[in-house]
Structure formats: C-alpha cells, structure tokens
C-alpha cells in the first residue's frame, strides 16, 4: 500500500511572531517559542480574530515544520515524517471517527518520536467532544492556552503598522473614529482599512475622518 504524501501549505509572509500583535498572549507566545527538547502537545484555542493561524504560522517560520489548515484537508495522514505539525482549526475534524483516528496515530508517532504537535480551535480540548475517547484524553493533557483578543490600546499600533505596510499613514484622529464608529474585532478592522486603502487610491485623495465616512458610508 503507497503511503500518503503530505501536502505543504503555504504560510503567510507577515504572520510571524515579530509581527504578532502580544497583548495580554505573551505567556503562549514565549510557549511556542521556548526551545523543545523532546516531545511537546500544544493546544490554542478562543474566538476567530485572536491571532491563532498568525501564531501557528510564525511557530512554523521561526522552527520548521508542517502548518496544516484542517478546513483545506481531511486528514493528517503522512504528516509524523514531520518533526513539528500545527493544525489549525482542529475542531473541524473532531466528531468524525475516521480522522480523529488519524489524528490519534499522529499523536502517538509524535509522542514516540519526540517531536512537536501543536493545534488551534475555537473551544478548550476539556469542552470539545470527541468521537474517541483515548485521543481526547491525550489532548485534555497538552499545554493548553486561551487567547484574548487585543485591547483598544493595543490594537492601534496594529492598525497604523497595517496601513503603513499599504502606503498610507493612519492618524490618531482616523483611528479614534475607526474605533468609535465600527466593529473592533481587528479583523474587521484590517478588512475596513483594505476598503478604505482602495478608495483612497481610487479618489487620489488624503485618508481624513471625512474620507473614512464617505468611503465606508459612516
């Protein structure tokens, strides 16, 4: 029987830990980038916006390894050639007998061979349910951190930083009214300086708060 080839996934240039916004994480962060001797599970979770895929990413860029978006996959077949495997979105598979028994051999050949397996989800591995019982209780076992999202304060270098990286500088007073007038989750805040970035280029006009609320109808 051939073996599976694993596939590799591309990684995002900015998500590395340099460029990742800390805020209250610094405890996961300085986890992931503490050196590993031996075996090591990791389990990242909390809502979508707090950063999990950008810390997987940069764990990847700065050790090596195999970053594996669990939507984009069925399974992790092939992947213990690997000395480290970050699954993102590994709720995704939990409740399907068939992958978490892949999932469950990944987990034992990492374990045997001493290498790193760290995963993402929206929830604690003591809340998800599982279709195995023996894969949930290694999992209930790894190191296990919730990420909070940023604050305000801490969400405005991201943002200047952000616009920077397109070509524009983003004031205090755009910020202040940004912050003010929508959603604060800072995806939703980078999607709106994306918006904002192409109308200015569109117009050829300045990035003002009366630009802003012409731009996005505020």
């Known amino acids: 029987m051939s073996r599976q080839l694993p596939m590799r996934f591309p990684l995002r240039e900015r998500f590395t830990f340099e460029r990742f916004a800390v805020g209250a994480n610094r405890e996961p962060v300085e986890h992931l980038r503490a050196p590993v001797d031996g075996f090591r599970c990791t389990w990242l979770w909390g809502p979508s916006g707090v950063g999990k895929s950008h810390l997987l990413q940069a764990a990847c860029h700065a050790c090596g390894g195999a970053y594996v978006p669990a939507r984009e996959l ?6 213990d050639t690997f000395e480290r495997v970050l699954i993102d979105d590994v709720d995704t598979w939990l409740g399907d007998r068939g992958r978490e028994e892949a999932l469950f051999r990944l987990f034992n050949a990492m374990l045997g061979r001493g290498h790193v397996l760290a995963l993402t989800a929206t929830q604690s591995p003591a809340a998800a349910r599982f279709a195995l019982d023996d894969l ?9 951190f919730e990420l909070a999202p940023l604050s305000d304060e801490d969400a405005v270098p991201v943002l200047k930083r952000a616009a920077r990286d397109r070509g524009f500088d983003l004031s205090d007073e755009v910020v202040g009214f940004l912050m003010r007038r929508v959603d604060r989750s800072l995806p939703e805040l980078l999607a709106l300086l994306e918006t904002i970035d192409r109308a200015s280029l569109s117009a050829s006009r300045r990035v003002t708060v009366q630009f802003v609320k012409e731009a996005l109808a505020l």
Not at 136 to 144: E, K, N, P, Q
């Open 74 to 79: 069925g399974d992790v077949e092939g992947y």
């Open 136 to 144: 949930a209780s290694r999992l209930r076992g790894a190191a296990c």
